[in-house]
């Protein structure tokens, strides 16, 4: 079972950046989907970004396009969001995600319950 915790989230103002880090231990790149949620009291988690991780397709929400960039490090089982011109409403719990019947993300990237393994989360606030 793979094991999944993130970091990299804090406080910044409207228009800074963030990257968040996502290690993956006990499970292996070679071919999954891995993806980043995001989640507020308010809204159900929401698909942000996702990357298949044997040709490194990637996804994004159309919230987020043109601002966050999904990567990944196989050597390091890390995968990252880089986050730039954040906005308030960018503001939530940030989730990573690994499918542990490693498919690739396709058009079914946000779907919730094909992931098997999440993370704790990272709290991401910004302020206007």
């Known amino acids: 079972q793979a094991h999944v915790m993130e970091s990299g989230g804090g406080s910044v103002q409207a228009g800074e950046s963030l990257r968040l880090s996502c290690i993956v231990s006990?499970?292996?790149?070679?071919?999954?989907?891995l993806a980043w949620f995001r989640q507020t009291p308010e809204k159900e988690r929401e698909g942000v970004a996702a990357?298949?991780?044997?040709?490194?397709?990637?996804y994004r929400s159309d919230s987020v396009e043109g601002r966050f960039t999904v990567s990944q490090d196989k050597e390091k089982n890390t995968v990252y969001l880089q986050m730039n011109n954040l906005k308030p409403e960018d503001s939530a719990m940030y989730y990573c995600?690994?499918?542990?019947?490693?498919?690739?993300?396709?058009?079914?990237?946000?779907?919730?319950?094909?992931?098997?393994?999440w993370g704790q989360g990272t709290q991401v606030t910004v302020s206007s």
């Open positions: 006990g499970f292996t790149f070679t071919e999954t989907c």
């Open positions: 995600a690994v499918d542990t019947l490693r498919r690739p993300c396709g058009s079914t990237w946000r779907t919730l319950d094909r992931f098997g393994s």
């Open positions: 990357i298949s991780s044997r040709y490194g397709a990637t």
